[in-house]
């Protein structure tokens, strides 16, 4: 087996570690959040003539058959140095004028106001209470996910370490066929006879490229001296014409070739 199939092998087992890590800070997130709106549940009751949704930091009050907000209640948190802390519920109402005309019905404004009565009321007698518990979940979970996370940096320490290491292989490997005799050749696809461009300079990009040969590296391995035959001319006509360039980064090289890595051969 190859050193970079090794590689290969090893960046897989590490992925998996990390993504069984992800995995349960996910299923940790998600029961954070069911008991957080199992709290506002049992503090914030239900109102007849209206939809309460609840979620897991808010809890939202609509008219029936509509998604119109009439009211929303927020909790909201706070970073205090390295912890979270839930510290305060606000209201958030929709505006709404009440003047009207003789002889309309102002039912509606009546019930408006009795619906926030009745959570401005729900709110001043279970505040601290809602806050409390939601603090004491979210030290639960808090030190539980701070573990995982723990857990998982080594794992994406030793994952970037290996990473660069298939990226130098992968480098070496490509400048091995650049600098070979054949170069490297763009293959086009059954019934198309597109070829890509390649910018060779910030201010320079040459079209329809049909293969690139590395002639010389610079010492610091940062640019290189290429080869690059570019199709010119239409129908019968066509032909190749080779186009030396000189001191090209090499990141250039390496983005032509990750861009069109399907097609060169």
Same mark, same amino acid.
């Given at each position: 087996?190859?050193?970079?199939?090794?590689?290969?092998?090893?960046?897989?087992?590490?992925?998996?570690?990390?993504?069984?890590? /992800? =995995?349960?800070?996910?299923?940790? %997130?998600?029961?954070?959040?069911?008991?957080?709106?199992?709290?506002?549940?049992?503090?914030?009751?239900?109102?007849?003539?209206?939809?309460?949704?609840?979620?897991?930091?808010?809890?939202?009050? =609509?008219?029936?058959?509509?998604?119109?907000?009439?009211?929303?209640?927020?909790?909201?948190?706070?970073?205090?140095?390295? %912890?979270?802390?839930?510290?305060?519920?606000?209201?958030?109402? $929709?505006?709404?004028?009440?003047?009207?005309?003789?002889?309309?019905?102002?039912?509606?404004? $009546?019930?408006?106001?009795?619906?926030?009565?009745?959570?401005?009321?729900?709110?001043?007698?279970?505040?601290?209470?809602?806050?409390?518990?939601?603090?004491?979940?979210?030290?639960?979970? %808090?030190?539980? =996910?701070?573990?995982?996370?723990?857990?998982?940096?080594?794992?994406?320490?030793?994952?970037? /370490?290996?990473?660069?290491?298939?990226?130098?292989?992968?480098?070496?490997?490509?400048?091995?066929?650049?600098?070979?005799?054949?170069?490297? =050749?763009? /293959?086009?696809?059954?019934?198309?006879?597109?070829?890509?461009?390649?910018?060779?300079?910030?201010?320079?990009?040459?079209? %329809?490229?049909?293969?690139?040969?590395?002639?010389?590296?610079? $010492?610091?391995?940062?640019?290189?001296?290429?080869?690059?035959?570019?199709?010119?001319?239409?129908?019968?006509?066509?032909?190749?014409?080779?186009?030396?360039?000189?001191?090209?980064?090499?990141?250039?090289?390496?983005?032509?070739?990750?861009?069109?890595?399907?097609?060169?051969?």
């Amino acid at each position: 087996m190859k050193k970079i199939e090794v590689l290969d092998l090893k960046r897989e087992k590490i992925y998996d570690k990390i993504n069984e890590i /992800e =995995t349960r800070l996910d299923n940790i %997130s998600a029961r954070r959040k069911r008991e957080q709106k199992s709290i506002l549940e049992k503090y914030i009751d239900t109102y007849d003539g209206f939809v309460v949704r609840y979620f897991s930091d808010k809890v939202s009050v =609509t008219v029936k058959d509509g998604n119109y907000s009439l009211l929303d209640m927020y909790v909201y948190d706070e970073w205090k140095s390295d %912890s979270r802390t839930y510290n305060r519920i606000d209201f958030s109402t $929709a505006s709404f004028r009440t003047e009207y005309q003789t002889g309309e019905n102002m039912k509606w404004a $009546a019930e408006r106001f009795q619906l926030l009565a009745f959570y401005s009321k729900a709110l001043a007698d279970h505040m601290d209470d809602i806050l409390a518990e939601f603090n004491n979940v979210n030290d639960k979970y %808090s030190k539980l =996910t701070e573990a995982l996370y723990e857990s998982k940096r080594p794992l994406n320490k030793e994952v970037r /370490e290996v990473n660069e290491m298939i990226s130098v292989i992968e480098d070496e490997n490509m400048l091995s066929k650049l600098m070979s005799e054949d170069g490297l =050749t763009v /293959e086009m696809k059954e019934k198309d006879s597109y070829l890509p461009s390649f910018q060779v300079k910030f201010d320079w990009e040459l079209h %329809s490229v049909k293969s690139i040969r590395g002639m010389k590296k610079s $010492a610091s391995g940062k640019s290189i001296d290429l080869q690059v035959s570019v199709r010119r001319g239409y129908g019968d006509e066509k032909r190749l014409e080779v186009i030396d360039v000189d001191r090209v980064r090499f990141d250039n090289v390496r983005s032509f070739i990750s861009r069109n890595q399907n097609q060169i051969v």
